[in-house]
């Protein structure tokens, strides 16, 4: 993303692991065009993956938001993410049975609104305690949201789900009926497999717009957000809230706007899902979903945006390839393969590479402020990397007085041994 | 059912989860961190046992409906628990050099690695051990009452625990030392416990209670792959509601909250049980929301006492 | 392990089940020289009584020294005086106005702050990053200026700038202010810790062991520019316990022990003080 915006900058001053992720990425892309092209992938398809990775980047940034900028944990992803698509769908869907066959734009609304309310009620209870009391409670909240979803018929129509969904431009000018009016075309790149571009491709390409916009506006937010003083306090609530409110920030307020506004990313992302999916069902709250978003950003690297992005690509390839495992080579299950992907992935992360794979590096200032001063130093080895043999220098260096502090009791005293 | 009926079900129930949340509290205490993958660790003594006693069978006599060879299967599912759980600190956590939020997080990573393995051996299906299913105890029938002698072997073996955990702790050095550590862990490594040696035992405890636990649900309910998992949200609402870290109120809060799990059923008609409360009246909800009831409890407690029902000033 | 999560459910505990929002004693203004008012503070953990009754004051424009043996309860009464902890009975008075029972960013917000006796590093972040931590009421801490007025955010931030590298380069650190936070020593994160409390433009700024573990070039460093500070208008409150550090630098001085305050007074007049030794002596226990 951040070669989007600045390709000359960024292309110099790679580091390994940027270079490393941006040749993955790209030799990924290509092998996906050319399978595109050879007609072994339908081009539909593969614009509803684009859209399923968008998706999933989006589900990061907001996980992100959380857990990446002010360190909350939350297990309630996929609820955050139901609340938007079930939003979304009872407002819209023909087989509603409270509302239906409004504007998607009501459907959006009524998400966010849900998904405000329902991360306010968690965060009253849980964000003035330690962070473990949050992950308790949010993955409660998130089997409690599945349990209402499930069982109340009336208002969500149950384990049948919602059908009938019309696409996000439903209603709009143009947009709406922009799919059946594109001519329909016929591709033949290798000779023999031809390729279609009809209506559903046309819808799925509107969809990817959509979710690039989403994604796009969500980006932009974000990082203005983590470049500035605002960025800057939860940053510091991350690695040591004592000191913040020493130094005169109400932290529960932000943590409180952090887990709001990640909530609120989540719900959008669930939005988008169900325009793109045009069918919600109860199955898409399984944890599993919540469990995908940690993944993806605890391997791009917490904090990250740009390792978000990454994350979110990687996810689809763990959901699709599973299944075309058990489609063509080993046939296990994908739902354990999953499972067992996911927690490998999530242990391995954390034991060899706690920080992710694109850690945030540069120094966040806001732009305007840092012209004058010249472009910062950036740290070669990022500025997460040294952190284990600084701790280790400060360790003993901390010896002697913490042998002295008997109080035991201060906000600060004798910490991080073990 | 009566609500004497209802109240047997919840004794039942909460033995489970009493063994549950003593696990869970102490591995919080003394580990230090939120344990994600305690459920699946039932879930593994519950599948071990299965598979034993699949291989062992009946060994000829019976107490309480349950043949030697379930007990048999038991123990076995109880110590692979605690194998797997010792396995995985020496080989996952202890080597880990993060705090224990990191800690938490990689604790759900090994809850999944758990009951993928599980669900791959066994499928996703609801099985069940292979025991005789029994009838309700006759004499007990008329008074509403329905359970069958294997919920009083549930409750007596999980009482037989709790009885011997209390002695450990109260009588024993490893006891003191355990307590001394959940207590205050600095404190504990200053005065000279030699802290990894306590951490281990446990791990060991904590995983082998959860094992029994595990069994004793797949006896009660069946077994799946998602059973533990399932249950983690009721156990944590025990932990929480006796307060983190105490182990006696980790058994108070489980005994509560399995309690309430099983009388979901009467909060419809609270009109009819309770005395002063008119007839008509009653919390209209399902039993499919019983671990909700868990969550809700366990948000309520969080917002009034943060440390828990016992809790008062330090653990 | 992370010790702030057991501060703040301490805090909770203490804070949720017995205190009633602080007494509203009204705060009588109070003699205009004392800048920070302890009366008759109490606090126990359990059954052990970790501040009793401590009462004194600290005018304006001094440094007071807060000095006891191991176990006297200097910590706890920072943790009280700074909104961490909430007292079990007496209060706590800055600038006039009885702060008893505040979070500790209110404390912040009427003119005190604090520093921390172990700093944690801030992971991700350069020195001078972590400085702009420090400016209380940034416009740019509230997520709507970033889009409605960036320009004013922007000068904001442009300001705090300048007096971060101001003052880094006052305490002659300012070749390490794009060092990342996490990759400097011990001595020099203590600089940084006060140059960015004072970022905070505190009246009062209290400071926990602020050489602990400092070589002695960079405590001499510190204790330049504590003083200088002190020359123009801050008042300071420091807990240390190298001895040689604090008679040099503090006047008066409070000798606390076993909770309560057991003197105060000159730097010569404590050091002669027999009961002072003694309590030193006798470990405090």
Do not use: C
Request: hydrophobic share 45%.
């Amino acid at each position: 993303m951040s070669f989007l915006t600045d390709p000359r900058g960024t292309l110099g001053d790679l580091t390994r692991p940027e270079a490393w992720v941006l040749g993955v990425s790209v030799a990924f892309l290509l092998l996906l065009f050319v399978a595109l092209l050879a007609g072994a992938l339908g081009p539909t398809y593969f614009l509803f993956l684009v859209g399923l990775a968008g998706m999933y980047a989006l589900l990061s940034f907001g996980l992100n938001s959380q857990w990446g900028f002010t360190g909350l944990i939350n297990f309630s992803v996929a609820a955050f993410f139901g609340v938007g698509a079930y939003g979304a769908a009872l407002m819209t869907a023909d087989s509603s049975p409270i509302a239906g066959g409004f504007n998607p734009l009501v459907g959006l609304i009524v998400g966010l609104s849900v998904a405000f309310v329902l991360a306010v009620l968690i965060g009253i209870p849980t964000l003035r305690l330690r962070a473990d009391y949050l992950a308790i409670a949010s993955l409660g909240l998130a089997e409690v949201v599945r349990l209402v979803v499930l069982n109340e018929r009336w208002l969500t129509n149950g384990s049948a789900g919602l059908r009938g969904i019309p696409s996000f431009f439903a209603g709009w000018p143009v947009l709406s009926t922009f799919p059946q009016a594109m001519p329909g075309l016929r591709l033949e790149v290798v000779p023999g497999s031809p390729i279609f571009l009809e209506a559903p491709f046309w819808r799925a390409s509107l969809n990817v717009l959509l979710v690039l916009g989403f994604a796009g506006a969500t980006y932009f937010v974000l990082r203005r957000a983590h470049r500035s003083p605002w960025g800057r306090v939860l940053r510091t609530i991350r690695s040591d809230e004592d000191l913040a409110r020493a130094l005169g920030k109400n932290t529960y307020s932000f943590k409180m706007q952090s887990f709001v506004l990640g909530s609120l990313i989540m719900a959008l992302a669930g939005v988008f899902y169900t325009h793109l999916n045009l069918y919600v069902g109860p199955g898409d709250l399984d944890p599993i979903t919540t469990f995908y978003v940690w993944v993806a950003v605890i391997l791009g690297g917490s904090g990250s945006n740009r390792g978000a992005l990454f994350g979110g690509i990687v996810i689809v390839t763990i959901r699709e390839g599973t299944r075309f495992l058990n489609d063509f080579a080993v046939p296990i299950d994908p739902a354990p393969l999953r499972l067992l992907l996911i927690g490998i992935l999530i242990v391995v992360v954390m034991r060899y590479r706690p920080q992710g794979i694109l850690p945030p590096q540069r120094e966040l200032i806001w732009p305007s402020a840092v012209d004058g001063s010249g472009t910062p130093d950036r740290p070669a080895s990022g500025v997460r990397e040294r952190k284990r043999s600084d701790d280790l220098e400060n360790r003993s260096e901390n010896a002697e007085n913490r042998s002295d502090d008997r109080d035991g009791n201060g906000p600060n005293g004798g910490d991080d041994d073990e | 059912m009566t609500v004497l009926g209802y109240l047997a079900n919840g004794l039942v129930f909460s033995s489970i989860i009493v063994l549950g949340s003593i696990g869970l509290s102490l591995v919080y205490s003394i580990a230090d961190f939120a344990n994600f993958a305690h459920g699946d660790t039932m879930t593994i003594g519950a599948y071990s046992a299965l598979v034993t006693f699949g291989a062992v069978g009946g060994l000829g006599g019976a107490v309480l409906g349950l043949p030697y060879g379930f007990f048999l299967a038991l123990i076995v599912g109880i110590a692979v628990a605690a194998v797997v759980a010792v396995g995985t600190e020496k080989l996952i956590y202890e080597p880990l050099d993060i705090d224990s939020i990191g800690l938490l997080i990689t604790s759900i990573g090994i809850a999944f690695i758990y009951r993928a393995v599980i669900q791959i051996r066994f499928g996703a299906d609801f099985t069940r051990f292979g025991v005789e299913p029994l009838r309700p105890i006759e004499w007990l029938i008329p008074y509403g009452i329905r359970v069958t002698r294997h919920d009083v072997a549930i409750v007596a073996s999980a009482a037989v625990l709790v009885v011997g955990l209390h002695v450990l702790l109260q009588y024993t050095d490893l006891g003191r030392k355990m307590r001394a550590m959940a207590d205050n862990p600095d404190l504990a490594r200053v005065s000279g416990i030699r802290t990894k040696r306590v951490k281990l035992w446990t791990w060991v405890i904590g995983a082998g209670l959860a094992g029994a636990g595990g069994v004793f649900l797949g006896l009660f309910n069946q077994l799946s792959p998602r059973m533990g998992f399932n249950l983690l949200l009721v156990i944590f609402a025990a932990v929480i509601l006796g307060g983190i870290g105490s182990v006696y109120g980790a058994m108070a809060g489980g005994f509560l909250i399995g309690m309430i799990n099983q009388l979901t059923p009467l909060l419809s008609r609270l009109g009819e049980v309770l005395p002063l409360v008119p007839d008509g009246f009653g919390i209209p909800i399902g039993i499919e929301y019983a671990n909700a009831i868990a969550f809700v409890i366990m948000v309520a407690v969080l917002l009034v006492r943060p440390n828990g029902i016992a809790g008062e000033g330090a653990t | 392990m992370s010790d702030s999560a057991n501060a703040t459910t301490e805090r909770t505990e203490s804070g949720e089940s017995d205190a009633t929002g602080g007494p509203q004693i009204g705060a009588v203004a109070g003699k205009d020289d004392a800048v920070l008012r302890v009366d008759d503070l109490q606090k126990s953990f359990g059954g052990l009584t970790a501040t009793d009754h401590a009462t004194f004051e600290v005018e304006r424009g001094t440094i007071t020294g807060l000095i006891g043996p191991n176990g006297a309860g200097k910590s706890t009464i920072f943790n009280l005086i700074s909104g961490f902890y909430e007292p079990d009975g007496g209060t706590v008075t800055v600038n006039g106005t009885d702060v008893t029972g505040m979070e500790p960013y209110e404390v912040a917000e009427h003119g005190l702050v604090r520093t921390f006796q172990t700093p944690r590093k801030l992971e991700g972040m350069t020195v001078r990053e972590a400085m702009l931590v420090g400016p209380r009421n940034q416009p740019g801490e509230s997520f709507l200026n970033l889009f409605t007025s960036p320009g004013t955010v922007g000068d904001s931030e442009s300001a705090n700038l300048a007096d971060a590298e101001r003052i880094l380069a006052d305490f002659e650190i300012d070749h390490l202010a794009t060092q990342p936070a996490t990759d400097i020593s011990g001595g020099q994160m203590k600089l940084v810790e006060l140059a960015r409390a004072m970022l905070a433009e505190p009246e009062v700024l209290l400071l926990d062991e602020p050489v602990a573990g400092v070589n002695p070039t960079l405590a001499k460093k510190l204790k330049t520019q504590i003083r200088r500070l002190n020359e123009r208008g801050t008042t300071f409150v420091l807990i240390e316990h190298d001895m040689e550090f604090v008679m040099d630098l503090a006047d008066p001085i409070v000798v606390l022990d076993q909770g309560s305050v057991l003197t105060e007074g000159t730097p010569e007049a404590v050091r002669s003080d027999d009961r002072v030794i003694d309590a030193y002596l006798g470990g405090g226990a």
